[in-house]
């Protein structure tokens, strides 16, 4: 138990390397590249501390080079699930138990370690295995993933300092006990540092997991376990498995153990997850916690005082980094009628110096899709709007698969607001531009609310501080993270927690007290130094004459 108060190291963003030409940083991380290309890896499964393998070996190649192979991982079935499972419960007790202090340092230790000697492996393994340019990497897979791992110590604090007040002769206090059973962690490609985060928030919180990272990134989360193992993490509080979705779900959520779900993917998955628990909700000692994040179909719109120059970065910028993989990318924007011609010529300008291919090469900006399902996905909307008559292709749209899954930054034009690009989530380098009228702004904002699903992102641009309040209210409910004037991307831990409502998901903010305290089960203690030694209260006496 501790044996004080203790005061954490004061949490601070982990700060951003450029990888400017001639720097060491930049030079360090080209070596490790080239180190990480020249070998094959084997990833194995870890459960309970140790290295599991199969006679299934799944080759990992890099998006935009898919010749090449990076390495194999063992693949598992369902009897690693329940093996993972076991190792979690058997964990359990021992976790709960240590002091809160220790399991902090636990992972402040694997900040240091990711934001120092392992920077470059962690860079790395997601630029090569995710198609993840330099700049895009450091900002996620390093310092985004540093900064979880430090204010969610800070956070974990915070909470255990949340106490209710005490009468005289009382002593009132919270115990913030973790769930009873095992938390089950489905992360996706996209942001290495919500891979690393999903598990690890519930688990500093002293709850055990079992973690399923998507098969298109299990580099990058083989090397997120390798520096928690080095960091102390005891054996069997997370336990990696590389299986098929549904074979995890068979097992995990039929477990009567089953404590909760720490989720980032698709809607469709995460809904039918839910259909799921709420099936299965008597086969469980308590009722699971559901905590999900899942897609956006994310907005930028601009009255007509909007700053054009500033518009035409965010659209660039919001559409394209990341070749728009990001739940929160710019996929819709409505510009007004009086200045697209303006931000048209500023952004085209813009769009024609920006490179595309791989990300050895440090000058490209745009880099592959994740893998050939949503090439050819992307593929098929982009021809689909080169014939149809409610759109129109102004840039980009060629897309070629030959050496890696690149589509060209692509933006259509679209001449009907509910046109399909301006309604599904792509997942990718394609944005679409709405045009509208400048006297009905205010019904454009009203389809900007009602086009889509989702609620996760959205910016607006005007100089015009009533129109900027307005908007605001107008949009209350459009997205869960909401921007002034910037794109809608580039959420910072510590700064804008991140999540959103409707169809992106529960909204329990990532990187937040918010989301922390799900992940755990509230005790609230009532002690009396003196005890009542008589059943009556004063209202039974009777008058006195």
């Known amino acids: 138990m501790p044996k004080g108060i203790f005061n954490v190291p004061v949490a601070k963003n982990e700060p951003v390397r450029t990888y400017a030409p001639g720097s060491g940083e930049r030079k360090s991380l080209q070596a490790k590249l080239a180190e990480l290309r020249s070998v094959e890896v084997e990833l194995p499964m870890i459960i309970a501390g140790k290295e599991v ?35 979690a419960l058997d964990a359990k007790k021992a976790w709960a138990d240590m002091g809160w202090q220790h399991r902090a340092a636990i992972f402040l230790k694997a900040a240091d370690l990711l934001a120092g000697p392992y920077r470059d492996k962690m860079n790395a393994a997601t630029m090569l295995g995710q198609s993840k340019n330099a700049f895009q990497a450091e900002i996620d897979a390093a310092c985004e993933l540093a900064d979880f791992f430090r204010y969610g110590v800070k956070c974990m604090t915070d909470i255990y300092q949340m106490q209710p007040e005490s009468s005289a002769g009382i002593w009132n206090y919270n115990e913030y006990r973790p769930l009873e059973g095992f938390v089950f962690a489905l992360t996706p490609f996209n942001f290495t540092s919500i891979a690393g985060n999903l598990p690890s928030a519930p688990v500093m919180m002293g709850n055990v997991a079992v973690w399923k990272p998507s098969n298109t990134s299990v580099y990058s989360a083989a090397v997120i376990m390798e520096i928690l193992q080095e960091a102390g993490l005891p054996e069997g509080v997370i336990n990696l498995v590389y299986v098929a979705g549904p074979v995890a779900g068979e ?86 009628e009086s200045i697209w011609a303006d931000v048209r010529g500023r952004f085209e300008k813009m769009m024609g110096t920006v490179k595309m291919g791989p990300v050895e090469d440090f000058t490209n900006f745009v880099n592959a899709v994740i893998d050939e399902k949503s090439f050819d996905k992307l593929a098929a909307y982009i021809e689909r709007a080169k014939s149809s008559k409610d759109a129109q292709v102004i840039w980009g749209g060629k897309c070629d698969k030959s050496v890696g899954y690149f589509i060209e930054p692509t933006v259509i034009l679209a001449a009907k607001a509910d046109y399909e690009t301006m309604v599904d989530e792509l997942f990718g380098p394609v944005l679409t531009v709405y045009v509208y009228e400048d006297r009905k702004l205010d019904e454009t904002l009203a389809l900007v609310d009602q086009t889509s699903m989702y609620a996760l992102t959205g910016a607006i641009f005007s100089q015009d501080r009533y129109s900027i309040e307005r908007m605001t209210k107008r949009l209350e409910n459009a997205a869960g993270n909401f921007y002034i004037n910037d794109k809608p991307t580039g959420a910072v831990v510590g700064q804008q927690p991140f999540g959103g409502a409707r169809g992106s998901g529960t909204n329990d903010k990532a990187g937040s007290v918010f989301n922390m305290l799900r992940w755990t089960s509230i005790r609230t203690v009532k002690e009396t130094f003196v005890s009542a030694k008589e059943y009556g209260y004063p209202n039974f006496l009777p008058d006195q004459d």
């Open 53 to 87: 393998t199969t006679d299934r070996r799944r080759r990992i190649a890099p998006p935009h080079d898919h010749q090449h192979t990076l390495g194999y991982f063992f693949e598992g079935d369902s009897s690693h699930v329940q093996m993972a499972i076991d190792a």
């Open 251 to 336: 097992v995990i959520f039929s477990h009567p153990d089953f404590a909760g779900i720490h989720f980032t993917g698709s809607t469709a998955v995460f809904q039918n997850i839910w259909k799921t628990i709420g099936e299965n909700i008597y086969k469980y000692k308590a009722y699971p916690r559901i905590v999900g994040e899942t897609g956006g179909k994310d907005f930028i719109f601009a009255d007509p005082t909007a700053d054009p120059q500033a518009l035409a970065v965010a659209m660039l910028r919001g559409a394209f980094e990341y070749q728009g993989q990001k739940c929160s990318a710019a996929s819709r924007v409505y510009v007004p």
